[in-house]
């Protein structure tokens, strides 16, 4: 029985041996290696910008007196930076020789690790960007006085009732560990938003492109 057209189309896809076969592999291949490159570029990029703002940030915070700040803001930062990292080097290691259909599905598995592993961090990385704030003006020198002493201070002479707990009023304990805990519960969400942002249109791509490989395929 005489192969139809879509039939041919498809084996060409399949069989590397096939007439047609080179001709669809290259065009998919070049669309997936596009894709990718795009993708080590953006990312590549948005580390270099974290380390870069973190440093810039570090030395400011110094400069107008919130040092505990920046470092923490510095080294949770640089920590994120080096766990990417770690993971941009996984997906160097992803064989460009395979099909462009395996390449692609070994690069989405890498791109869902990446995604599962910094969502776990996110839910660890705001709290702690939210903490380094309120630690870095707490402690902050005010006329040799940190801030959160004088704060206090003013607060007991109109509420001097309130109820303190190491210095610190109970009332602002709890809301503290309340915003802790909404970004802790959300971080992951936050970070997709985030991450849609920048990547999403890299994404869409992505999925469209394994689409069709998947189509040709059934």
């Not at 291949?29 to 795009?38: G, V």
């Not at 702690?128 to 020198?141: L, T």
């Amino acid at each position: 029985m005489e192969k139809s057209i879509e039939n041919i189309w498809k084996e060409g896809f399949i069989k590397s041996d096939a007439l047609i076969a080179p001709k669809i592999n290259n065009l998919y291949d070049q669309k997936s290696i596009h894709i990718i490159d795009k993708f080590k570029r953006m990312f590549k990029i948005n580390l270099i910008a974290i380390v870069a703002f973190s440093f810039v940030y570090l030395v400011v915070t110094f400069f107008i007196g919130i040092p505990i700040m920046g470092t923490i803001f510095f080294i949770t930062l640089t920590l994120l930076v080096i766990v990417n990292k770690r993971l941009l080097n996984g997906l160097e290691r992803i064989n460009k020789g395979a099909n462009s259909y395996q390449y692609l599905k070994a690069f989405n598995q890498w791109i869902n690790k990446q995604i599962a592993i910094n969502k776990r961090m996110s839910t660890f990385l705001y709290p702690i960007i939210f903490m380094s704030f309120v630690f870095g003006f707490w402690f902050k020198d005010a006329e040799g006085i940190p801030l959160g002493e004088r704060l206090v201070n003013e607060i007991l002479v109109g509420f001097p009732n309130t109820y303190l707990i190491y210095g610190i009023p109970l009332i602002g304990i709890i809301i503290a560990v309340l915003i802790v805990s909404l970004l802790a519960f959300f971080g992951g969400r936050i970070y997709m938003w985030d991450l849609n942002i920048v990547y999403g249109r890299v994404f869409k791509k992505l999925d469209e492109l394994l689409t069709d490989l998947e189509s040709l395929r059934n």
